[in-house]
């Protein structure tokens, strides 16, 4: 069970737009539309942001949304804005050894 | 709004078993929609999948901590509770516990997380 590949860091200023990818394998992401995204602020618990691939629990902001293409899936943020400097992790279902991880991306907001 | 709670000794020597206690509250541990998780970050890394239980006391493990993990649910305390055996200074992390959607197998609610250190 191999850790999900995440950018280490990206970057980006008020108002403009990023993505952070999340590849998986054929036995994790590629096979179930079971990806969610967390927020962690520094010292702060997780906090789910995107779950099923694309849907946003109530009171995430629409700013926020998911999408996924074969064995990667990705997180944009749109409109970026300073509270939204944080750390991000996708996560999927992977069957057998149900839940795999990835290794974090830190978002600066410039 | 549901709540959860860590408990648990934030010391632990080498070689002896972690325990914690997740309560939970404005929820019931023995909901069929949910399971419930522990998850845990050592110092400065990403998040770690432990496991998760279901009210039944079905369990799911990491398969690389699988042979040294227990999770268990007491539904008449309304809790849930993690035993890691053996531990060493690898195993020192903030563990959190949190509320699984059983249908779409994420994580909604979590605990504010419990810092625990393996040290002599």
């Known amino acids: 069970q191999s850790a999900l590949t995440q950018p280490a860091s990206v970057s980006g200023s008020p108002g403009q737009s990023i993505t952070i990818s999340c590849t998986g394998t054929s036995s994790d992401v590629g096979s179930y539309n079971l990806v969610s995204w967390y927020q962690q602020h520094p010292g702060k618990a997780p906090k789910l942001m995107i779950y099923?691939?694309?849907k946003r629990p109530s009171g995430v902001s629409n700013r926020f949304s998911g999408s996924k293409s074969g064995n990667t899936a990705s997180l944009t943020i749109s409109g970026l804005q300073a509270e939204d400097e944080a750390d991000y992790y996708c996560?999927?279902?992977?069957?057998?050894?149900?839940?795999?991880f990835g290794g974090g991306t830190k978002l600066t907001v410039l | 709004q549901v709540q959860l709670q860590e408990s648990g000794p934030g010391l632990v020597k080498p070689s002896e078993t972690l325990s914690l206690t997740c309560t939970v509250s404005?929820?019931?541990?023995?909901?069929?929609?949910?399971?419930w998780s522990w998850i845990r970050q050592p110092p400065g890394k990403g998040l770690e999948w432990i496991g998760y239980?279901?009210?039944?006391?079905?369990?799911n493990y990491n398969p690389s901590l699988k042979s040294r993990v227990t999770i268990s649910v007491d539904t008449s305390k309304n809790q849930f509770s993690l035993k890691l055996r053996s531990v060493t200074a690898a195993d020192t992390a903030v563990y959190y516990c949190a509320r699984g959607s059983v249908d779409g197998d994420y994580d909604d609610y979590w605990g504010q997380g419990t810092l625990v250190t393996v040290s002599s």
């Open positions: 404005g929820g019931s541990v023995s909901s069929g929609s949910y399971y």
């Open positions: 099923e691939v694309n």
């Open positions: 239980i279901y009210y039944s006391g079905s369990t």
């Open positions: 996560c999927s279902y992977a069957g057998s050894s149900p839940r795999v």
